[in-house]
């Protein structure tokens, strides 16, 4: 079993040579493992002419395109690390990205030149270039470099819901042990099978995808982002037998009408990171195929999910399945001890590839790990048969006069009015009860819904404690890359404050 990503590329160069490794929907490029062997190679000639050695950091600033999975196998093949910078930064939080990774080199499409160019002088940058002048460059091959499974890859930055973004070092084994765990077990990806990702390449996912095929001979489809109205016609019209998702995903896709071609599919199985438990079964029922729930961090990769066996039983309970290949799982009070079955406590988690640490943060690593353990921040219980089922984050909980109330539950309670498109909720200071609770809510079109119809829903679903205080209507929300709701900007633009908002106690606009 290979455990480096040159040596999936390799060999998937020799086992399926004239097959499509990746469609490019947006420009309709396609690329075969013979074909992309050759340009790795060729651009890990030119990388290597321009300066680039092993252990030196490049930044990447792309779209969905091509040249940013083959900039990243061959920063691998030169043993360089890939720091992938996502394309909605600015002049700020990019330049946190570059000064703290130690990038020596950024490369950019022609839309981000000027930026990184502006950003380049304070940070370590040396030299900024585009995907089209480093294709110019015509260099020797590069000397044979003996990759390690456990030599970094990525520094691969968090989305940053909360602070700034910290940049996880993740090696090959990272990519390999969830790629061969995807091949050798449930859902058992194969060359037979197409798989499909819509997220953006600075993102985890389409990496790991990626590698994925890589593993299995599998054809990738890469859309350029995700885009609910059209995404099942893609999944139709590239005959995608296996996707990804997670986040607002589905219930965005669920909010699409109903169509007489929703069945017309050759998917065969769904895996999604927090699918709604009050919407799974009708998810599985439009669209005729299982959905499997699956969790993993970028810090740790594919840890916990679904397998078919359980599928059946679980359908509808937020349970989140059982450790992955390679992981074990602890539920542990605050002390780090195991807690018994059935009992909430913190989720953590340990085993082969996980992220090397947090880069050039020793104290956020040090609180991170705990005895091996990695501390997810999650609250989660599991049962007797060691099914997980997760409960909420530790910092997204809301205390309520002694209550606690976990945002995610109302917001999932939320999403269920048909006027709802999404929703954030967060916890308000008082001096009363310590904290109240605040939804925004943003509408989905054509909708119009009061605060107080809306309460009157969440006191159907949740008990009345749960059910926010304050109400605010808002165009949208900030989206991390993951598709989650960025509550940090929420928090930093003040919107965890009674202001602008409907008072559902004292029945008044504040």
Known sequence: ???????????????????????????????????????????????????VRADDRVAVMLDNRPEFPLLWLALARLGAVLVPVNTNYRELDGEHVLAHSGARFAIGAERFVELLTTIAPRTSVERVLTPEELAAITGEAPPPYQVAP??????????????????????????????HGLVSQFPNISADDTLLTAQPFHYIDPQWNVA???????????????????????????????????????????????SEADRD?????????????????????????????????TETGGDIRMYPEDHDRCVGTGCLGRPAPGREVMIADDAGRPVPRGTEGELLIRGVGLMHGYHDDPEATAKAFRGGWFRTGDVARMDGDGLVYYVGRTKDMIRRSGENIVADEVERALQLHPAVRTAAVLGVPDELR???????????????????????????????????????????????????????????AGADAPKDSYDRVEQRWR
């Open 150 to 179: 456990e030599r970094p890859t990525n520094i691969q930055y968090t989305s940053g819901t909360t602070g700034a973004p910290k940049g996880c070092v993740l090696p090959h084994r990272y990519w390999t042990t969830l790629a």
């Open 1 to 51: 079993m290979t455990d480096d990503l040159v040596g999936l590329l390799r060999h998937a160069a020799t086992a399926w040579p004239d097959k499509d490794a990746w469609v490019f929907d947006e420009t309709g490029e396609r690329v075969t493992f013979a074909d992309l062997a050759e340009r790795v190679e060729s651009l890990a000639a030119a990388l290597h002419a321009v300066g």
């Open 265 to 297: 599919h050759r998917v065969r199985a769904v895996c999604a990171s927090a699918i709604p438990k009050d919407l799974h079964a009708e998810l599985e029922r439009r669209w005729g195929a299982p959905w499997y729930e699956a969790f993993g961090m």
């Open 212 to 258: 994925l095929g890589l593993a299995s001979g599998a054809t990738l489809v890469v859309l350029d982002r995700f885009h609910p109205s059209t995404f099942w016609e893609k999944v139709r019209e590239y005959e995608v037998t296996w996707f990804y998702c997670l986040g607002l995903m589905p219930t965005l896709l669920l909010r699409m009408p109903p």
């Open 434 to 492: 310590g904290e109240e609770v605040k939804a925004l809510v943003v509408l989905a079109d054509g909708h119009e819904v009061t605060p107080d119809e809306l309460a009157e829903h969440c006191g159907t679903k949740l008990a009345y404690f749960k059910v926010p205080r304050y109400w605010a209507f808002v165009d949208s929300l900030p989206l991390t890359a993951s598709e989650r709701v960025a509550k940090g900007e929420l928090r930093k």
